[in-house]
Nanobody, 128 residues
Framework: QVQLVESGGGLVQAGGSLRLSCAAS????????VGWFRQPPGKEREFVAA????????YYADAVKGRFTISRDTTKNTVYLQMNSLKHEDTAVYSC?????????????????????WGQGTQVTVSS
């Protein structure tokens, strides 16, 4: 089992940047596919980005493509989500999740049920 802890959320003005971190305890995150999801106020949780444990091109939701970047630092056992050019509609609770499996299609990576472990989430608020 792996425990995930997110950090880096906060309040930022539109156009600004934040970097979220997803740190794992006990197990190395290189053994897992890691995804970022977000839940805007009053809406369902939605996929943001994913990094396969097998490497390769990361996956992004269309809404964040070109603005967000997911990356790994294996020395720190941490996965990051760099968020640039933030918009008011990016306001949400952001959570990272880990899956024991790797998939070859975004179809699977964007599905919440494919992930085994979840963090508690961190709030991101973008003021317009």
């Amino acid at each position: 089992q792996v425990q995930l802890v997110e950090s880096g959320g906060g309040l930022v003005q539109a156009g600004g940047s934040l970097r979220l971190s997803c740190a794992a305890s006990e197990r190395t995150l290189s053994m897992y596919t890691v995804g970022w999801f977000r839940q805007p106020p009053g809406k369902e949780r939605e996929f943001v980005a994913a990094s396969s444990k097998n490497g390769g091109t990361p996956y992004y939701a269309d809404a964040v493509k070109g603005r967000f970047t997911i990356s790994r630092d294996t020395t720190k056992n941490t996965v990051y989500l760099q968020m640039n050019s933030l918009k008011h509609e990016d306001t949400a609770v952001y959570s990272c999740a880990a899956s024991r499996y790797s998939y070859s299609s975004i179809y699977y990576h964007e599905r919440k049920e494919k992930y085994d472990y979840w963090g508690q989430g961190t709030q991101v608020t973008v003021s317009s």
